[in-house]
T-cell receptor, first 111, second 112 residues
Framework: QKEVEQNSGPLSVPEGAIASLNCTYS??????FFWYRQYSGKSPELIMS????GDKEDGRFTAQLNKASQYVSLLIRDSQPSDSATYLC???????????FGTGTSLTVIP | DAGVTQSPTHLIKTRGQHVTLRCSPI?????VSWYQQVLGQGPQFIFQ???????GRGNFPDRFSARQFPNYSSELNVNALLLGDSALYLC???????????FGDGTRLSIL
């Protein structure tokens, strides 16, 4: 079983819609969760970090964490064509010495 | 402030050769991690160093080694290169080992 699983997509949404990206993880004691955006040919860029159950909002982005269900999601409101990228979910276990990344979900926002 | 810098940006090697990749962390960051990313996959953890000590090692063969210097910069060394080592090698730094990591632009390594 993979440590972190994401639907590889591709996910397509129209401009202005809400994009919902999901991630599940296997290590029940994981403490830290991160979302990265990676444009084609570029390196990952940190979008959000979340450590506690519930929602965390930053501009158009909302991260949601449910530790009981081992589930973390990212919502992008008012999606823009510039949001088209691969979104990577990363989980840090309790040991705190490495990130486990999912394979990423490819998002395309259609103008 | 400068971000994480990696060198070189691109590298072409042949099978059996050795390669050294370099990374300078964000100023003030004491932790450096190395990742390998092949096309279509997420980054795979190779090493983490904090205060010049190895704190974590991923599932990579002994051909892969790394070190961190007193100024917190780091090198990743790969010996006896194989075709399968062709990938984007990413360096990430953080204030502490369990903090959000910030990535450099990566070194794209091609093995012929």
């Amino acid at each position: 079983q993979k440590e972190v699983e994401q639907n590889s997509g591709p996910l397509s949404v129209p401009e202005g819609a809400i994009a919902s990206l999901n991630c599940t993880y296997s290590d029940r004691v994981s403490q830290s969760f991160f979302w990265y955006r990676q444009y084609s040919g570029k390196s990952p860029e940190l979008i959000m970090s979340i450590y506690s159950n519930g929602d965390k909002e930053d501009g158009r982005f909302t991260a949601q964490l449910n530790k009981a269900s081992q589930y973390v999601s990212l919502l992008i409101r008012d999606s823009q064509p510039s949001d088209s990228a691969t979104y990577l979910c990363a989980v840090m276990p309790n040991t705190g010495n490495q990130f486990y990344f999912g394979t990423g979900t490819s998002l395309t926002v259609i103008p | 402030d400068a971000g994480v810098t990696q060198s070189p940006t691109h590298l072409i090697k042949t099978r059996g050769q050795h390669v050294t990749l370099r990374c300078s962390p964000i100023s003030g960051h004491k932790s450096v991690s190395w990742y390998q990313q092949v096309l279509g996959q997420g980054p795979q953890f190779i090493f983490q160093y904090y205060e010049k000590e190895e704190r974590g090692r991923g599932n990579f063969p002994d051909r892969f080694s790394a070190r961190q210097f007193p100024n917190y910069s780091s090198e990743l060394n790969v010996n006896a290169l194989l075709l399968g080592d062709s990938a984007l090698y990413l360096c990430a730094s953080s204030l502490l080992g369990d903090q959000p990591q910030h990535f450099g632009d990566g070194t794209r390594l091609s093995i012929l």
